[in-house]
């Protein structure tokens, strides 16, 4: 069975045609790149692991201009920057193939009772109380266990997680390369949610996993997000300038 970065690699290069990368920002919170259409797509910089030398990137000041395909295909370097910056080039190039949106809020779609242990992969702290006061039992695997009390480290994952009745996962377990060893965990989920700005709008890639909805970013204003990637600036930034909006789409038929 083909792995999904293989399968990201199979439809992206369908994707890139002859575009160029125009413009490539590596900010603190996410990466952007910008394509010839001025298409925008973002993904999740791990700036801790990534910024511990002078010189992050070895071919800095060389890689805008390059093509779309040669940028994308940095998804199988392996290292996290280069898989952003991949990753990233993927998102850009779907923005003109976005399919339709179902809403915003994916939490509208999971039916979530006292009856459910949900099982949240990532920290995702506007999310913790709306869920925690609809379900029985929220358990959060978060790397940085420091973030917050109650946290579970990634260890925890292949013991609590086939237990759970509703799954939401961050999408930077893309970048990380551990959502194939994640999603494999995952027992009889009703419902496993791909969540965050890093999230490729590919519902046919995600059909041979347990993935149900994808929870990622339209763009709306690709050069404002270019200006805020590059200040620092994340999430809660790109959505209240109205440069990004929030879309939900069904993974599956």
């Given at each position: 069975m083909k792995s999904t970065t293989e399968r990201l690699l199979e439809k992206g290069m369908d994707l890139a045609g002859n575009q160029i990368v125009t413009d490539l920002r590596v900010g603190l919170g996410y990466t952007a790149v910008e394509v010839s259409y001025?298409?925008?797509?973002?993904?999740?910089?791990?700036?801790?692991?990534?910024?511990?030398?002078?010189?992050?990137?070895?071919?800095?000041?060389?890689?805008?201009?390059?093509?779309?395909?040669?940028?994308?295909?940095?998804?199988?370097?392996?290292?996290?920057?280069?898989?952003?910056?991949?990753?990233?080039t993927l998102n850009a190039l779907l923005q003109a193939y976005l399919p339709e949106s179902l809403g915003k809020d994916f939490l509208q779609f999971l039916k979530i009772g006292p009856k459910d242990r949900v099982g949240m992969v990532g920290f995702f702290p506007p999310l913790i109380q709306p869920i925690r006061r609809r379900c029985?039992?929220?358990?959060?695997?978060?790397?940085?266990?420091?973030?917050?009390?109650?946290?579970?480290?990634?260890?925890?994952?292949?013991?609590?997680?086939?237990?759970?009745?509703?799954?939401?996962?961050?999408?930077?377990?893309?970048?990380?390369?551990?959502?194939?060893?994640?999603?494999r965990h995952i027992?009889?989920?009703?419902?496993?949610?791909?969540?965050?700005?890093?999230?490729?709008?590919?519902?046919?890639?995600?059909?041979?996993?347990?993935?149900?909805?994808?929870?990622g970013i339209q763009m709306i204003d690709g050069k404002k997000s270019l200006q805020i990637v590059s200040e620092g600036g994340g999430t809660p930034r790109l959505t209240s300038s109205g440069s990004v909006k929030k879309i939900v789409v069904a993974s599956k038929s």
């Amino acid at each position: 069975m083909k792995s999904t970065t293989e399968r990201l690699l199979e439809k992206g290069m369908d994707l890139a045609g002859n575009q160029i990368v125009t413009d490539l920002r590596v900010g603190l919170g996410y990466t952007a790149v910008e394509v010839s259409y001025k298409d925008v797509g973002l993904a999740y910089t791990f700036s801790r692991d990534v910024s511990r030398r002078c010189t992050v990137g070895k071919e800095t000041g060389e890689i805008t201009g390059r093509s779309a395909k040669e940028l994308f295909g940095w998804l199988r370097k392996g290292d996290l920057l280069s898989t952003a910056i991949g990753l990233a080039t993927l998102n850009a190039l779907l923005q003109a193939y976005l399919p339709e949106s179902l809403g915003k809020d994916f939490l509208q779609f999971l039916k979530i009772g006292p009856k459910d242990r949900v099982g949240m992969v990532g920290f995702f702290p506007p999310l913790i109380q709306p869920i925690r006061r609809r379900c029985g039992e929220l358990l959060v695997f978060e790397r940085e266990v420091n973030k917050g009390k109650g946290l579970l480290s990634p260890e925890d994952i292949r013991s609590h997680i086939p237990d759970c009745s509703i799954v939401i996962l961050t999408a930077t377990t893309l970048i990380n390369q551990t959502f194939d060893q994640i999603t494999r965990h995952i027992g009889g989920a009703r419902e496993v949610v791909l969540v965050g700005p890093s999230t490729p709008l590919l519902p046919d890639i995600f059909e041979e996993t347990p993935i149900t909805y994808l929870a990622g970013i339209q763009m709306i204003d690709g050069k404002k997000s270019l200006q805020i990637v590059s200040e620092g600036g994340g999430t809660p930034r790109l959505t209240s300038s109205g440069s990004v909006k929030k879309i939900v789409v069904a993974s599956k038929s």
